[in-house]
């Protein structure tokens, strides 16, 4: 809809034209009016129409030289003539000023008809012709832009080889409509952010001179991608100021970051502190698979979500890439699900191409270590049956012990995780092992306690807490009831050897 306005001293010819016609028919909205040329250029001012219908003598300000000031301003705005027959041909000459052409007063509606219907056509021309040059401007710079972070010098280049910028990039693992995401920037961001549509991403170059500034932006952007395509995106960004010619550097970064996108949750903002990472031990050993699958073994939830949280920290400060992080894991699994059907034949296990396919159809890392954790809490259950009725229950709960011995064990714990009656127990399990539970238990604990011993710079209190002991004295004492002398003796005899 075309925006219209009247200017004119006369309040009958200001009403008339108002009602002459319905002017929605013909693509009009009429949004204002005033009474002489000085209102006239305050309401152009606020309401920018497209064309005004002014009178060509008013007190003050009159239609031609408030036309003349108008036109200064570089408004594309059409403007009509009124006149009666005394300044007719002052109204033609008017015309000169690109005045679109002039109509005698009271309007004639025959007359008024035609003159809307040619100026509506040359003015949506006119805004098409507008808007495909601005199009071509924003595509030419942006172009610029692209040509920069590849490395090469141009006009842009040159213009603002002075200037700072914030540099970040978008990312999302499924195909989007990134030619949305570039026009929202557009609208809402395009006095600090210039957006680069690079085919399957978004680069965004920012004049903030904080980064507090950048970050804010960069959260309004994420929700309003939730918003759209439900579904999250990935944001990576050199976070201090780079001059122009640094942008082809930053440019390689950025790519670099987007490698390590998998890895880190979508909240992350991943910036090159973030990416520095450190090189842990690695973890993902035969015996952390045999501690896994004991934590499955005896029903230990937690125990298997501190584990997972284990694995998650160590892949985010190791780096692995994507590849390598699932290939990685699936080995693992693999190793673990062997152990388990080595110790529980009649479990059924997925594929080879079923844990490939929870492995790898995975978009974060975040989510394959939950399906995953799904997958190992499932296998908990369908095994967790031998621990009230299985014939070899005893043999599982020295298992427990021998693997769990640190925690504060005793034999109603066991009895109570077991499903057993703590009396009962106590007798079936002398019966099996020949001792009975806390014999058994003091014997595991100080059998650990010798191995950590042999090692000269730990302290006698800190095997104590190792193997379950939080009384110091009270370890004493079992030590040399049990090996025949005390842990500091045993420690100066292996350590010298």
């Given at each position: 809809?075309?925006?219209?306005?009247?200017?004119?001293?006369?309040?009958?010819?200001?009403?008339?034209?108002?009602?002459i016609?319905?002017?929605?028919d013909?693509?009009?909205?009429?949004?204002g009016?005033?009474?002489?040329?000085?209102?006239g250029?305050?309401?152009?001012?606020?309401?920018?129409?497209?064309l005004?219908?002014?009178?060509?003598?008013?007190?003050?300000?009159?239609?031609?030289?408030?036309?003349?000031?108008?036109?200064?301003?570089?408004?594309?705005?059409?403007?009509?003539?009124?006149s009666?027959?005394?300044?007719?041909?002052?109204?033609?000459?008017?015309?000169?000023?690109?005045?679109e052409?002039?109509?005698?007063?009271p309007?004639?509606e025959d007359?008024l008809?035609?003159?809307?219907?040619?100026?509506?056509?040359?003015?949506?021309?006119e805004?098409r012709?507008?808007?495909?040059?601005?199009?071509?401007?924003?595509?030419?710079?942006?172009?610029?832009?692209?040509?920069?972070?590849?490395?090469?010098?141009?006009?842009?280049?040159?213009?603002?080889?002075?200037s700072?910028?914030?540099?970040?990039?978008?990312?999302c693992?499924?195909p989007i409509?990134?030619?949305?995401?570039?026009?929202?920037?557009?609208?809402y961001?395009?006095?600090?952010?210039?957006?680069?549509?690079?085919?399957?991403?978004?680069?965004?170059?920012?004049?903030?001179?904080?980064?507090?500034d950048?970050?804010c932006t960069?959260?309004?952007?994420?929700?309003?991608?939730?918003?759209?395509?439900?579904?999250?995106?990935?944001i990576?960004l050199?976070?201090?100021?780079?001059?122009?010619?640094?942008?082809?550097?930053?440019?390689?970064?950025?790519?670099?970051?987007?490698?390590?996108?998998f890895?880190?949750?979508?909240?992350?903002i991943?910036?090159?502190?973030?990416?520095?990472?450190?090189?842990?031990?690695k973890?993902?050993t035969?015996?952390?698979?045999?501690?896994?699958?004991?934590?499955?073994?005896?029903?230990?939830?937690?125990?298997?979500?501190?584990?997972?949280?284990?694995?998650?920290?160590?892949?985010?400060?190791?780096?692995?890439?994507?590849?390598?992080l699932?290939?990685?894991?699936?080995?693992?699994?693999?190793?673990v699900?062997?152990?388990?059907?080595?110790?529980?034949?009649?479990?059924?296990?997925?594929?080879n191409d079923?844990?490939?396919?929870m492995?790898y159809?995975?978009?974060?890392?975040?989510?394959?270590?939950a399906?995953?954790?799904?997958?190992?809490?499932?296998?908990t259950?369908?095994?967790?049956?031998?621990?009230?009725?299985?014939?070899?229950?005893?043999?599982?709960?020295t298992?427990?012990?021998?693997?769990?011995?640190?925690k504060?064990?005793?034999?109603?714990?066991?009895?109570?995780?077991f499903?057993?009656?703590s009396?009962?127990?106590?007798?079936?399990?002398k019966?099996?092992?020949?001792?009975y539970?806390?014999?058994y238990?003091?014997?595991?604990r100080?059998?650990?306690?010798?191995?950590?011993?042999?090692?000269?710079?730990?302290?006698?209190?800190?095997?104590s807490?190792?193997?379950?002991?939080s009384?110091?004295?009270?370890?004493?004492?079992?030590?040399?009831?049990?090996?025949?002398i005390?842990?500091?003796?045993?420690?100066?005899?292996?350590?010298l050897?």
């Amino acid at each position: 809809m075309l925006k219209v306005m009247f200017v004119d001293d006369e309040p009958i010819i200001r009403e008339g034209l108002c009602s002459i016609i319905n002017w929605e028919d013909y693509g009009y909205q009429v949004v204002g009016i005033a009474k002489n040329g000085k209102e006239g250029l305050e309401r152009i001012l606020e309401y920018h129409p497209d064309l005004v219908f002014v009178d060509i003598q008013m007190p003050g300000l009159n239609g031609i030289d408030m036309v003349k000031k108008v036109k200064e301003w570089k408004y594309n705005t059409k403007f009509v003539v009124l006149s009666g027959y005394s300044n007719f041909t002052y109204a033609q000459q008017s015309i000169r000023l690109g005045i679109e052409s002039y109509l005698l007063k009271p309007v004639d509606e025959d007359e008024l008809i035609p003159l809307l219907q040619s100026i509506k056509s040359n003015l949506l021309k006119e805004k098409r012709l507008s808007t495909q040059l601005h199009q071509y401007e924003q595509l030419k710079e942006q172009q610029e832009w692209i040509e920069i972070l590849h490395g090469k010098r141009n006009a842009l280049y040159d213009q603002n080889s002075m200037s700072n910028y914030f540099v970040c990039s978008i990312t999302c693992e499924q195909p989007i409509d990134w030619e949305n995401i570039q026009l929202y920037i557009n609208k809402y961001f395009h006095a600090n952010v210039t957006p680069l549509w690079m085919e399957q991403f978004v680069i965004c170059v920012c004049t903030f001179t904080e980064i507090e500034d950048v970050y804010c932006t960069v959260e309004e952007i994420k929700k309003y991608f939730y918003t759209l395509h439900k579904i999250s995106c990935n944001i990576q960004l050199i976070d201090e100021l780079v001059s122009m010619d640094m942008l082809s550097n930053v440019f390689q970064q950025l790519l670099e970051l987007q490698k390590y996108s998998f890895t880190f949750s979508y909240n992350t903002i991943i910036t090159p502190k973030v990416c520095k990472g450190r090189k842990d031990t690695k973890i993902l050993t035969d015996t952390f698979a045999t501690q896994l699958v004991s934590a499955m073994e005896f029903n230990n939830i937690d125990q298997i979500s501190v584990y997972m949280n284990d694995i998650q920290m160590y892949y985010e400060n190791n780096l692995y890439k994507e590849e390598r992080l699932k290939a990685d894991w699936l080995d693992f699994v693999k190793i673990v699900l062997y152990k388990l059907q080595h110790n529980h034949p009649s479990i059924p296990l997925p594929s080879n191409d079923q844990l490939v396919d929870m492995i790898y159809k995975a978009v974060k890392l975040e989510a394959m270590l939950a399906e995953s954790n799904s997958m190992m809490i499932k296998f908990t259950k369908e095994i967790n049956g031998f621990m009230s009725n299985a014939e070899n229950s005893i043999e599982q709960i020295t298992k427990y012990i021998n693997q769990y011995y640190f925690k504060d064990l005793s034999l109603k714990v066991i009895a109570e995780l077991f499903n057993y009656n703590s009396s009962y127990l106590g007798k079936k399990f002398k019966a099996y092992t020949g001792d009975y539970f806390h014999v058994y238990l003091d014997k595991v604990r100080l059998s650990h306690a010798k191995k950590l011993l042999k090692q000269p710079h730990i302290k006698v209190y800190q095997v104590s807490e190792k193997v379950g002991y939080s009384n110091i004295d009270y370890f004493y004492r079992k030590f040399k009831k049990y090996v025949g002398i005390s842990p500091k003796e045993f420690q100066k005899q292996t350590t010298l050897k």
